[in-house]
C-alpha cells in the first residue's frame, strides 16, 4: 500500500490554513495531495450563513489574504497532479444544499484526480 502526503489546509506550518499561499506552498513543495475545509478562518465572527459572499469576501486571512471561494481553490489548483480532498464542515452546522452546489463546480473543473469529500456528519 503506498502513502500519499497530504497537506492539511495547505500548509500551516509555512503560511495560514486554508489560504491560497498555502495551497501554493504546497503545490510547490511535493505535496501529492491537498486537504482543504469548505469553510475558513478569518478575522470575522459569527456564522459563516448569515453573511452574503460579497461580505465575507471583505474578511481577511492572517496573512491579509481574501477568503478563497472553492472556485478561486479550484483554479488555483488547476490540472496539477494532486489528490483533493473537500472537508463539508456540516456536524455542527448543516447547509442545505451544500452538496448539490459544490458538485458543479468540482464537475467542472480540469482536475487531473478524482476529489475525496470528507464530512464529519453521518446520515441519521
Not at 498555502?22 to 448569515?50: P, S
Not at 471561494?69 to 494532486?82: I, R, Y
Request: glycine share 8%; net charge negative; proline share 8%.
Amino acid at each position: 500500500m503506498a502513502t500519499t502526503i497530504f497537506g492539511h489546509r495547505g500548509c500551516p506550518a509555512h503560511e495560514p490554513e486554508n489560504s491560497p499561499a498555502g495551497f501554493r506552498y504546497a503545490l510547490t513543495h511535493g505535496a501529492e495531495g491537498i486537504e482543504t475545509d469548505l469553510h475558513r478562518t478569518t478575522n470575522g465572527t459569527g456564522q459563516v450563513a448569515d453573511y452574503t459572499l460579497a461580505e465575507l469576501r471583505q474578511f481577511r486571512l492572517p496573512n491579509g489574504e481574501c477568503i478563497p471561494t472553492l472556485a478561486d481553490f479550484l483554479q488555483l489548483v488547476g490540472t496539477a497532479p494532486v489528490q483533493l480532498n473537500l472537508e463539508f464542515k456540516t456536524d455542527v452546522e448543516r447547509y442545505p444544499g451544500i452538496e448539490e452546489t459544490v458538485l458543479p463546480l468540482v464537475k467542472a473543473a480540469p482536475l487531473a484526480k478524482p476529489v475525496i469529500f470528507s464530512s464529519f456528519w453521518l446520515k441519521d
